[in-house]
């Protein structure tokens, strides 16, 4: 399937995990990929050696998506070296779950900064330089945004927030042919819930046990339902939010 086939897209925090398994979909739908990472440069590295690899174009842009400067290099830089982008992935993202006694302002405003105002700025850097015919922005929120999961109260109202975000800039972008749409997946195996215990735990065999199809994501699970919105096969969706989560609400 070669429905991106010239377009150029934008995955922030695609060194590795759900975010990995973005910019590898996106670039086997013919789209160029910048990988953005703020710290794991070793992964993105590995995720555009295998995009190109496979006859595909990258590119590794380091970057922290809660800060301005960084997010207008991360366009500037992609522009010059693959060309205008029109489709963005708001992937980035941090957790921690913790009970609401040992919630600190600093865990609130780390989360949130990434999350919520992340997603802001990449969107507004978006939506000042997507082309005349628009584009389509992405946005990687959770099911944890409308379940009731203890000690995630922060985790789980940034992506209450990014969820009001999305149908916000649907809203607004749709004059400028700019399709806002979440995608919010269940637990996924990622090197991020590996090295927080989650595989393998008491935790993840609830949500099996919760989860009608019987199991837990992959990246590659949720990076085709991306593409599809990324796609001109989507063009009359904006402002949606589909759980891609095996059936678990």
Not at 152 to 166: F, G, H, I, N
């Amino acid at each position: 399937m070669n429905s991106l086939t010239g377009k150029v897209a934008i995955v922030t925090g695609g060194s590795k995990g759900i975010g990995a398994g973005i910019a590898r979909g996106l670039a086997s739908a013919g789209a160029a990929v910048a990988v953005n990472y703020s710290s794991d440069r070793a992964g993105a590295e590995r995720v555009v050696t295998a995009i190109r690899e496979a006859g595909g174009r990258a590119l590794a842009v380091q970057g922290d998506v809660a800060k301005g400067a960084d997010v207008e290099r991360l366009f500037a830089e992609t522009a010059k070296e693959l060309g205008p982008p029109s489709i963005v992935v708001n992937n980035a993202g941090v957790y921690r779950f913790d009970p609401i006694e040992q919630v600190t302002e600093d865990e609130f405003r780390r989360e949130f900064d990434t999350n919520v105002l992340g997603t802001l700025l990449v969107s507004r850097e978006a939506a000042k330089t997507f082309p005349a015919a628009g584009g389509s922005i992405v946005n990687i929120s959770s099911v944890a945004s409308t379940a009731h999961m203890p000690g995630a109260s922060v985790y789980s109202a940034t992506k209450a927030a990014l969820d009001a975000v999305t149908r916000s800039l649907a809203a607004e972008l749709g004059p400028r042919k700019i399709r806002v749409n979440t995608v919010a997946p269940g637990p996924v195996d990622t090197e991020g819930s590996q090295a927080a215990g989650v595989i393998g735990s008491d935790f993840e065999k609830a949500m099996v046990a919760q989860t009608p199809l019987g199991r837990i994501a992959k990246p590659d699970d949720i990076a085709p339902v991306v593409v599809f919105l990324a796609s001109d096969d989507a063009g009359w969706l904006t402002g949606e939010r589909v759980s891609a989560s095996g059936g678990l609400h």
